[in-house]
């Protein structure tokens, strides 16, 4: 597989940053609509059900609660997503190097999946408490009520009431959607932009388009096989305490309450989202990464 210059992991840590930062201000709106759809009780009749769809969903919550409403949560993903991507396309950069012993010799696809999965890895320890935050503050609103003041108020009574064994609810189911999906991502993105480099040309030379088109495909299937376990996840992390086991418990009872369908719940706001999101997430990342080979090329 064709192979740009080697980028150091610090680099892609700071252009991660800005990465993450990119990704959260444009597709929020649309996660905070994939949550409501993914946890809203299930109802006999469809006329009974809160939101119909992902469109219903957005005028209700702006006519309720404004266009801010869209962003509820935003708190904790903001403090959590820059240093995520940081430590994501770190530990993507991280893997690449571990794995490639001739730098004239580029990786395998296999190799590059392996490397994105290592991100996933990574990035868990802080994607999930910031998820379980989010995901409360998001669905509280719809259910009624604002238990929450804000993401702090909310991780520091989570931490009150169980320890960090609360925030981290969910952290198995989290691992399961990010560690795959991640390598898919990372995958999909470096096949896409070799594939669109024209022939005598860097791949560090491909223009915004291709970078945003390569970005925004690369969201699209990271979350074709991220959605089951991400709608599994949201569910187990704004339950009750003690309503599901764990996540055989949670996969087995949404099954049988909905069908196989229950897995893709919020599918919609999900694919929407997924493409403008990691177009703009790429693009700042190759944008940060171009304007720190100019001010610090010896990094």
Known sequence: MRDE?????????????????????TGHPLDTIKVRLQTQPKASCAQYVIYRGTYDCFIKTVSKEGILGLYKGMGAPLAGVAPMMAISFFGFELGKQLQQTDPDKPL??????????LAGVFTTVIVAPGERVKCLLQVQASRGGSRYAGPVDCAVRLYRQQGLQSLYRGTLL???????SNGLYFLTYE??????????????QLSTPRILLAGGVAGILNWTIALPPD???SNFQTAADGKYKGLVDVLRTLLREEGPKALYKGFNAVFLRAF??????FLGFEVALKGLNTLAPSW
């Open 276 to 281: 403008p999101a990691n177009a703009a997430c």
């Open 5 to 25: 210059r080697s980028v150091s992991p610090l680099k892609s840590f700071v252009a991660g940053g800005v990465a993450g930062a990119c990704l959260l201000l």
């Open 231 to 233: 709608v599994l996840k």
């Open 108 to 117: 395998t696809r296999l190799q590059v999946f392996l490397s994105g999965c």
């Open 191 to 204: 096949c896409l932009k070799s594939f669109l480099t024209p022939e005598g040309q860097s791949v560090s």
């Open 174 to 180: 989290t691992l399961i959607r990010d560690v795959p």
